[in-house]
């Protein structure tokens, strides 16, 4: 039997190429997307070894359904790549109401994740990765409590904390699972820069990254999340970026987070009962 990948925002963009590489080693690779339409087409190109199943990351309804559909036709899941996210949209809301950029880029990852545990926590060298950002390393500090319900907030700092998030869901997640005696993993990696379509909202940076030659291609953006999910010295917790000073653009390579507040474990907890507290889930 095939080992077996989901790969969340996998038609398009850096989403897309983790899933073909997937598919050409051998992975079994679940197209989990929005957009039926793009969905179906990359299931098409990507062939047999690939499967389109309807994903909204803005609706944790839809994501129950898409975790029925997928335990309905698999008894386990080997890898889980958290990948699709937003950058910069006007201000809407998720189905359940919360800012479209924090319920996308953080919420939905960690809903997800806990949902399809359970059929990976038994598979020896299972594993969870997380799409990371540049963006989080910036916060300097992160007010966790003010991301409720029908609150709007500046574009740059909710993306700049959703992505820091996902680096602090990585961290705590990996601990939890090892405390659990569960044989899963979570790491985690940064593309870079690549100009896909999620800078469809920042036109004008778009442009600043091209003019400055600030980014590298899809392929390569893509590389450091296939290493920390296929490499087999990569353990968990591992952060996979680039080998460059700015890590813009470059070759994969573990480094250090730079962004110290992932090692606050008691900001790490508060975010994860946090987290509980809207989600309704908990690790099982």
Known sequence: ??????????????????AKQLVANNIYTILACRDEKKGKETEKYLGEKSQYLHCDLSSFESMNKFFHAIKSQFENIDYLFNNGGIFLPPYKETKEGYEL???I???SYFYLTNLLIDLMKNVQGSRVINTSSLSSFRPKT????????????NRMKVYEDSTLMRSMFTYELDNRLKDKKYKTIAVSG???????????????????????????????????????????????????????????????????????????????????DHSVSQANLDLK
């Open 142 to 153: 992160l007010n966790i409590n003010q991301y409720k319900k029908h609150k709007k907030f």
């Open 1 to 18: 039997m095939n080992k077996i990948a989901i790969v969340t925002g996998a038609n398009s963009g850096i989403g897309k190429e983790i």
């Open 101 to 103: 950029t924090y319920g």
């Open 190 to 272: 940064h593309p870079g820069v690549v100009l896909t379509n999620i800078q469809k909202y920042s036109l004008r940076m778009k442009m600043k990254f091209v003019l400055l030659n600030r980014h590298h291609s899809v392929s390569k953006g893509a590389a450091p999340l296939l290493k920390a999910g296929l490499d087999a010295s990569i353990k968990g917790k591992d952060f996979i970026g680039l080998d460059t000073p700015k890590q813009y653009k470059g070759n994969p390579l573990i480094i250090e987070h730079p962004n110290k507040i992932i090692l606050n474990k008691e900001l790490r907890n508060e975010l994860w």
């Open 105 to 107: 880029n953080y919420l």
